[in-house]
């Protein structure tokens, strides 16, 4: 996969993709990561990229002219037949797993990196596919965002990852939140591991996993509930768990 991004501060993203996961993807020529200076596509001499804003108000925003220069140059340079053009900022849809995994299929994402006060609305409503956010927060700048957007991605890509079993046991990855993890040692300090980790009996390993996912996602995060394929068994264990403390689950 090819990956442009168009930023004001490239060098924000070398200790990101410069290590780990990210740093091997693109050593083994799954992910072609690209960095695209926003102020390379100015006209004036002072490479000057925002103005003030047309009705009055404060900060700065992002002229249309240098995105639409730099995306259309990305453009012409790539042979890329499916591609998606995101755009970083909070009032986006939020970004989730199950757009991680849709993007993931893309040849191509150019990400847009804003700063400032914001973009010229033409940009969202004229250049990009997408607008993207990755939480009910506003940052700095989209380069966090896209970081963010990037990592999540690239684990998705086949290669990716040293296991192919790794990203379905992600959280969210089936919509619900992850199982505990254990290693060694099986005890620390009197915790102790579940014995039926310790069993070798995988159907079992397996059973109390989704439990556990189930357990954990009622507690932290139970609207992920509404939306997660759940299955009859798991719908008796929700059961089980209202029937033990009388919160209800629909």
């Not at 992910?31 to 596509?41: A, C, E, G, P, S």
């Not at 394929?229 to 629909?250: K, N, P, S």
């Amino acid at each position: 996969m090819r990956i442009d991004i168009v930023t004001l501060f490239p060098a924000m993203f070398e200790g990101v993709f410069g290590a780990s996961i990210i740093k091997r993807a693109q050593e083994k020529g799954l992910l072609d990561i690209r960095f695209t200076q926003l102020r390379d596509f100015a006209f004036d001499k002072h490479r000057q990229v925002d103005d003030s804003p047309f009705g009055g108000g404060s900060g700065m925003v992002l002229k249309p002219e240098p995105m639409f220069r730099a995306v259309r140059s990305i453009l012409a340079g790539s042979a890329c037949a499916r591609r998606r053009i995101l755009l970083m900022c909070p009032s986006g849809r939020t970004f989730t797993q199950d757009m991680a995994k849709e993007l993931a299929a893309e040849e191509q994402l150019i990400v847009l990196c804003g700063h400032y006060e914001g973009f010229d609305a033409r940009i969202r409503e004229h250049l990009v596919d997408e607008t993207i956010s990755v939480g009910d927060f506003v940052l700095t700048g989209g380069e966090l965002p896209a970081m963010i957007v990037v990592d999540a991605v690239a684990r998705m890509l086949p290669g990716v990852l040293g296991s192919e079993e790794s990203a379905p046991t992600d959280s969210f990855y089936e919509g619900l939140l992850g199982f505990p993890q254990y290693t060694r040692p099986r005890e620390y300090e009197g915790m102790a591991t579940p014995e039926v980790l310790l069993s070798g009996d995988h159907a079992k390993i397996r059973a109390w996993r989704r439990k556990e996912s189930l357990r954990l996602t009622r507690k932290n995060r139970p609207e992920l509930l509404q939306r997660a394929g759940l299955t009859a068994e798991d719908r008796r264990f929700l059961a089980e768990l209202e029937a033990e403390d009388g919160w209800e689950t629909h």
